[in-house]
């Protein structure tokens, strides 16, 4: 894939500012290109961010066919920039894809495409601790048809903005909600591809939660309404007593996070062991309880890792090691954050260095 640039004169660039906040400070440019079914993918460009105009027929308003990804770009200590397993998130586009009955792209041009981006706005990479470059490759359908079938066309674009932590709190405990009647994804739907549809469904309770003090939710399945699944932002894992770190096993509904397997695959080589199972709600809760669950942490790409100090079940709190972060969640965040931005060893090869 050739990408052509139309790149803003570096006098009309933007900079990276010192305060920032989650989202909502957007990078200079874009990376967009369009697939037709009789011609395929074409026309990728990087140009200075823009809006969209859309047919009021697009297929993506009215039946929701749209996808989205999400990574990282970190500053190194010597002022270079690092991805932090883009394979996977690319990967993980084209499983979702698929999933929604849209087109595959080609995984090393979309990788090409995240790279140049990057480099294009390379100055909106922030130095600040524990800020980064948040990566948005995203894909809807635009054909104008009303019919309930897959679009024949579609746009994928990649954004990019500055970010700090997601949470307020940084990396203190947050407190989360556990819905007990309302539901986000069943085994065999599409809870296991990133899909907006998943995140709408979210919308409701995440207001209700939010509304009464806690920072998420914490999803059960659909069926019986007693399995721990994963928060709206991110997996979840608990710490036994025993050091052992255990995360619900992935069953279709519930997203396949890329730091979720990260935390699988560094904390064996820390010293943790770790378990894939299925967690009751009621025995997690006596778990906590007794003492025999003595953290809570969640992860995931916007986080990192997040302590939680309090899950809220049925009118109740149980409140977790004090409302402190715990010593696994620290030592995996610093191991995990060394990497990212290149200050210690990357036994595992997840760095790509771009610059």
């Given at each position: 894939m050739t990408i052509k640039l139309e790149l803003l004169s570096v006098a009309d660039?933007?900079?990276?500012?010192?305060?920032?906040?989650?989202?909502?400070?957007?990078?200079?440019?874009?990376?967009?290109?369009?697939?037709?079914?009789?011609?395929?993918?074409?026309?990728?460009?990087?140009?200075?961010?823009?809006?969209?105009?859309?047919?009021?027929?697009?297929?993506?308003?009215?039946?929701?066919?749209?996808?989205?990804?999400?990574?990282?770009?970190?500053?190194?200590?010597?002022?270079?920039?690092?991805?932090?397993?883009?394979?996977?998130?690319v990967a993980r586009f084209n499983a979702s894809a698929e999933r929604m009955v849209m087109p595959r792209v080609d995984e090393q041009s979309h990788l090409e495409a995240i790279k140049q981006l990057v480099l294009a706005d390379q100055a909106?990479?922030?130095d600040q601790s524990g800020s980064s470059l948040y990566i948005r490759p995203a894909m809807f359908a635009t054909t104008p048809q009303l019919g309930l079938g897959a679009a024949s066309s579609y746009k994928h674009f990649i954004i990019a903005c500055s970010v700090g932590p997601f949470f307020k709190e940084g990396f203190n405990p947050v407190s989360v909600y556990v819905s007990d009647v309302i539901r986000r994804a069943v085994k065999g739907g599409v809870g296991e591809a990133k899909t907006g549809g998943n995140y709408a469904a979210a919308l409701f309770m995440g207001e209700q939660a939010v509304n009464k003090g806690y920072s998420q939710v914490l999803w059960l399945d659909a069926i019986e309404g007693r399995y721990?699944?994963?928060?709206?932002?991110?997996?979840?894992?608990?710490?036994?007593?025993?050091?052992?770190?255990?995360?619900?096993?992935?069953?279709?509904s519930i997203l396949g996070g890329i730091t979720r397997d990260s935390v699988l695959k560094l904390a064996p080589a820390l010293g943790y062991p770790v378990r894939e199972e299925t967690l009751d709600i009621?025995?997690?809760?006596?778990?906590?309880?007794?003492?025999?669950?003595?953290?809570?942490?969640?992860?995931?790409?916007?986080?990192?890792?997040?302590p939680i100090g309090?899950?809220?079940?049925?009118?109740?709190?149980?409140?977790?090691?004090?409302?402190?972060?715990?010593?696994?969640?620290?030592?995996?965040?610093?191991?995990?954050?060394?990497?990212?931005?290149?200050?210690?060893?990357?036994?595992?090869?997840?760095?790509?260095?771009?610059?």
């Open positions: 660039r933007g900079a990276c500012p010192q305060e920032l906040s989650f989202g909502s400070l957007f990078s200079d440019h874009m990376f967009t290109q369009h697939y037709d079914e009789n011609v395929g993918w074409h026309s990728a460009t990087i140009e200075p961010l823009h809006d969209f105009t859309l047919h009021p027929a697009a297929s993506v308003l009215h039946y929701g066919q749209e996808i989205f990804e999400g990574l990282k770009a970190y500053r190194r200590p010597d002022g270079g920039i690092n991805l932090f397993r883009p394979d996977q998130s909106w990479v922030p721990v699944e994963e928060v709206g932002a991110m997996n979840i894992c608990f710490v036994r007593k025993d050091g052992t770190i255990v995360t619900p096993a992935l069953t279709g009621e025995v997690v809760l006596s778990e906590i309880d007794s003492g025999k669950i003595t953290e809570v942490f969640g992860c995931g790409t916007a986080a990192i890792i997040s309090r899950l809220a079940y049925k009118g109740r709190d149980y409140v977790i090691n004090d409302f402190e972060s715990g010593p696994v969640a620290q030592h995996l965040f610093g191991e995990l954050t060394s990497i990212q931005y290149g200050t210690s060893e990357d036994r595992f090869s997840w760095v790509q260095a771009i610059s």
